[in-house]
Nanobody, 120 residues
């Protein structure tokens, strides 16, 4: 089972960027699916996540600027980031709470991270 994130890079402040994440492998179901980020010298923090029912939750710092979406048929999620600020720069990690086939327990699976750099 793996989560493959993509879409990071360099963007100017005020610009937009979309991150994508695809889960693959022996997945029975995915409950929460979302994004965390970690800036240099800081702890990893929750950015946004969606429940299996499609309810989205956002960190206050990104509310109104970021939009998370999800495709349950493809086990993918995207994070549309608008009005980016220098403080949004970080490594962004996709994370999924899932049940694997043959192992009926919830597990948190992390992607490899994708770097977002915001120039001022």
């Amino acid at each position: 089972v793996q989560l493959q994130a993509s879409g990071g890079g360099l963007v100017q402040a005020g610009g937009s960027m979309t991150l994508s994440c695809a889960a693959s492998g022996s997945i029975f179901s995915i409950s929460d699916l979302g994004w965390y980020r970690q800036a240099p010298g800081k702890e990893r923090e929750l950015v946004a996540f969606t429940t299996s029912g499609g309810v989205a939750n956002y960190a206050p710092s990104v509310q109104g600027r970021f939009t998370i979406s999800r495709d349950n048929t493809r086990n993918t999620t995207s994070l549309q980031m608008n009005s980016l600020k220098p403080e949004d720069a970080a490594v962004y990690y996709c994370c999924a709470t899932m049940i694997l086939i043959g192992d009926m327990k919830f597990r948190n699976v992390w992607g490899q991270g994708t770097l977002v750099t915001v120039s001022s």
